[in-house]
């Protein structure tokens, strides 16, 4: 048995609602809302984030679409989009909103089970590449303060960048704090110091 997921279900279509709810159960899972509009599923994750949302794409109020990207801006969560018109780039094209796989009209369980697995596999896969992203971006930002930081305390104590580093490090390791939040520390001193030298006398 795969991770039971609560997902959030979204159609216009009393048949199509009520084929979801009992079938997804079936496959390990909760359903966690039923809405028969996009503003109503909007608001149902609001109240109660689910962990997958499976939607029609044409409903009268507000598009699957437009509900998944809605919920995205307070949740990261997947989604499904079930369309009546086959399109095989649909769920690429829509990739940047949350969805992850589509499910074609009539949906039968053969293709909701695999439909969900797919959908949470490459949302997590997208999640694990955005905060190794997230953890470059910042690795990037902290060596460029560090930097920074050596070349400051080479000019203000007049010694080799080497030795400006080492004496970095040591007072990171004596202080029992983080290396680029030291070096932060001496730019902020830096900046003070310059002020200061700016100002003139009288």
Known sequence: ???SLRIAVADDDADIREYLERFIPALGHTVSSVASTGRELVEHCRLSPPDLIITDIKMPDMSGVEAVEAVGR?????????????DKGMA?????????ACLLKPVTEDDLA??????????????????ESA????????????????????????????????????M?????RKLAEVAQQVLAAEDVFRSIEEIKPG
Request: no cysteine; net charge positive.
């Open 135 to 170: 953890e470059l971006r910042q690795s990037l930002e902290e060596r460029k303060v560090i930097e920074r930081a050596k070349g400051a305390i080479s000019r203000r104590v007049n010694v080799a960048e080497d030795d400006a580093y080492r004496r970095l490090r040591r």
């Open 114 to 131: 695999p439909a969900i697995a797919l959908a949470r596999r490459h949302f997590e896969e997208i999640q694990k590449l955005r905060r």
């Open 172 to 176: 990171a390791t004596n202080t029992n």
């Open 92 to 100: 690429d094209k829509f990739r940047d909103r949350g969805v992850m």
């Open 1 to 3: 048995m795969s991770e």
């Open 74 to 86: 307070f949740a990261a969560v997947p989604s499904i989009l079930i369309t009546g018109h086959p």
